[in-house]
Nanobody
Framework: QVRLVESGGGLVQAGGSLRLSCVVT????????MGWFRRVPGSEREPVAS???????YYVESVRGRFTISRDNDKNTLFLQMDRLKPEDTAVYYC??????WGQGTQVTVSA
C-alpha cells in the first residue's frame, strides 16, 4: 500500500524559510513524477512545483526563484525548500506521487 506522509510545516514570519518533507512507503519515488500542491480554504488545490522521473523541474510563477523541489531516492523522500516566504504562501501543502497518490497535507502559515 502506497503512503505519503508530509512534515515540516509550521508558523514562520515573512521572509523566513521552511523545508517540507514527504516520505513515501510502498512505492519508489524514482519511478514516478512527484509534485507539491497547496490549497487555501475556499480555493482549489493548485500545483506549486513538480519533478519528473529524470529530474526536470517545474515551478508555478509565484514561487519561482524562492522554492526548490528535490528528492532523495535512497530515502524515498521528496523535499520542498521554501525561502523568502510571503503571507500569500499560507496554505496546506500536499505531496503527490504519479497521478493517484496524495499525502494528508501539512499546514504552512506565514505571518506578516
Amino acid at each position: 500500500q502506497v503512503r505519503l506522509v508530509e512534515s515540516g510545516g509550521g508558523l514562520v514570519q515573512a521572509g523566513g524559510s521552511l523545508r517540507l518533507s514527504c516520505v513515501v512507503t510502498g512505492g519508489s519515488i524514482s519511478q514516478y513524477a512527484m509534485g507539491w500542491f497547496r490549497r487555501v480554504p475556499g480555493s482549489e488545490r493548485e500545483p506549486v512545483a513538480s519533478m519528473g522521473r529524470h529530474g526536470m523541474t517545474y515551478y508555478v510563477e509565484s514561487v519561482r526563484g524562492r522554492f526548490t523541489i528535490s528528492r532523495d531516492n535512497d530515502k524515498n523522500t521528496l523535499f520542498l525548500q521554501m525561502d523568502r516566504l510571503k503571507p500569500e504562501d499560507t496554505a496546506v501543502y500536499y505531496c503527490k506521487m504519479a497521478t493517484d497518490y496524495w499525502g494528508q497535507g501539512t499546514q504552512v502559515t506565514v505571518s506578516a
